[in-house]
């Protein structure tokens, strides 16, 4: 959880802002003080909101390097001059699965080589380049050299991070592709596999094994059971909430859990990119209800 708290937007005026913090300042900074509900004024607008809702809002918008940072765990950059004509070859300091190089240059033409495709692993791509049919004497030719800018994105395949984080960023990079039924499939698992995590963990706290933990929790199948009776038995609070009147974050994701049983069914459903996104606004709301009602992560 603490690799997601860096930054924050307003849904009002559509700005975001990040803290300037390392995960080691963050883990320092939310030891002093309760983070998630610290509340956030907008800089540009004067909105008022919870941090953990400037959160989501990061999480679900849409700012496409903000989305590419989240998706791919790994990022090079740098500058070099190459000789338009020619290909140019660019080494990593290691091997990653590359999905995007992004070139700059205001000179010339020049492209990403596709070679680096062949295989499921690179550490290194290429730059080729050529003449373009623009005039003017800044324009560079055969031969001459041409100052580029590089940004490549890749996957490491290695982040130690908890599963339901690996899921929100599946959920992202299919909300990227236009693969809105799987973005919400895995929007719900992504809540399942948080809930089950935190289920664990509380089974655990109250002193059983956890293989014992793990029959109970694989014996009762139903997510709804394990998110409202269960978790409210062992956490005091249930997703359906306390008290009078009905949680509207409940509310929602049960919609969203039928949702996905039709999707998982085989259903002809009709989806587009904002219903994508509230699935994983949906599951998010509940995640981070959970995260702040359960002593467990206080």
């Known amino acids: 959880m603490i690799e997601l708290l860096n930054k924050f937007y307003c849904n009002e005026c559509e700005s975001g802002w990040n803290y300037g913090l390392d995960v080691k300042g963050i883990k320092e900074m939310s030891l ?12 540009s607008c004067g909105n008022e909101f919870l941090y953990f809702q400037g959160l989501i809002n990061k999480l679900v918008e849409d700012d496409h390097f903000g989305t590419w940072e989240f ?3 790994t990022q090079y950059f740098g500058s070099t001059n190459i000789v338009v004509g020619k290909e140019h070859k660019i080494t990593l300091p290691k091997q990653v699965l590359i999905t995007k190089v992004m070139l700059t240059c205001q000179d010339g033409f020049c492209s990403v080589a596709p070679n680096f495709h062949s295989q499921i692993e690179s ?31 890749g996957k490491s395949g290695n982040k130690p991070i908890e599963t339901w984080v690996h899921l929100l960023t599946q959920v992202k990079e299919q909300i990227v592709h236009g693969q809105y039924n799987i973005a919400v499939l895995c929007s719900e698992m992504m809540f399942e596999s948080f809930l089950d995590s935190t289920l664990n963990k509380l089974l655990i706290s109250k002193g059983l094994s956890d293989g014992a933990s793990y029959v109970i929790l694989e014996r009762l199948g139903n997510i709804q059971s394990k998110a409202h009776e269960l978790l409210k038995e062992l956490n005091g609070v249930g997703l359906q909430g306390e008290g009078k009147g009905t949680n509207p974050i409940n509310t929602q994701w049960t919609k969203l859990v039928k949702l996905r049983n039709k999707i998982a069914h085989g259903d002809n459903v009709d989806l587009d990119k904002e219903k994508a996104k509230w699935a994983l606004r949906t599951s998010l709301d509940a995640i981070f209800f959970i995260y702040n009602s359960c002593p467990l992560y206080k």
């Not at 002093?32 to 800089?43: A, G, S, T, Y």
């Not at 030719?141 to 800018?149: D, M, Q, R, T």
């Open 71 to 73: 998706i791919y765990d």
């Open 123 to 153: 550490d290194s791509f290429g730059i080729v380049s050529s003449e373009t049919d623009d005039e003017g004497e800044m324009v560079k030719k055969f031969g001459e050299n041409l100052s580029v800018n590089w940004m490549v994105y």
């Open 32 to 43: 002093e003080k309760n983070l998630f509900n610290q509340n956030i004024k907008c800089e």
